[in-house]
Nanobody
Framework: QVQLVESGGGLVQAGGSLRLSCAAS????????MGWFRQGPGLEREFVAT????????YYGDSVKGRFTISRDNAQRLVYLQMNSVKPEDTAVYYC?????????????????WGQGTQVTVSS
């Protein structure tokens, strides 16, 4: 079992930066792939970024590639999403997720554990 708690959301101006954190519980955290997904108003939840258990491999959605960076600290059981050059269309609830298996899986139902989400609002 893995429990996930996101933090770091808030209001930011377009072009600014924000860093989200996800704190995980569970002794086997380092064996899980971790990911960030988001759900905008009236939209389905979508893939943002994922990272494998070691942190060596990362994957990004096309809309955030080059602007967002996912990273992890296995010793501290933390996952981060550094968001730079944010845009109003990045406004969404951001969710941290975990799965036992490959990180290059982008479909929501294949991720086993979810946090409660943190709101990010980008003003224009």
């Amino acid at each position: 079992q893995v429990q996930l708690v996101e933090s770091g959301g808030g209001l930011v101006q377009a072009g600014g930066s924000l860093r989200l954190s996800c704190a995980a519980s569970g002794r086997t955290f380092s064996s899980y792939a971790m990911g960030w997904f988001r759900q905008g108003p009236g939209l389905e939840r979508e893939f943002v970024a994922t990272i494998d258990w070691s942190g060596d491999s990362t994957y990004y959605g096309d809309s955030v590639k080059g602007r967002f960076t996912i990273s992890r600290d296995n010793a501290q059981r933390l996952v981060y999403l550094q968001m730079n050059s944010v845009k109003p269309e990045d406004t969404a609830v951001y969710y941290c997720a975990a799965r036992s298996g490959a990180a290059y899986v982008y479909t929501v139902p294949r991720w086993n554990y979810w946090g409660q989400g943190t709101q990010v609002t980008v003003s224009s």
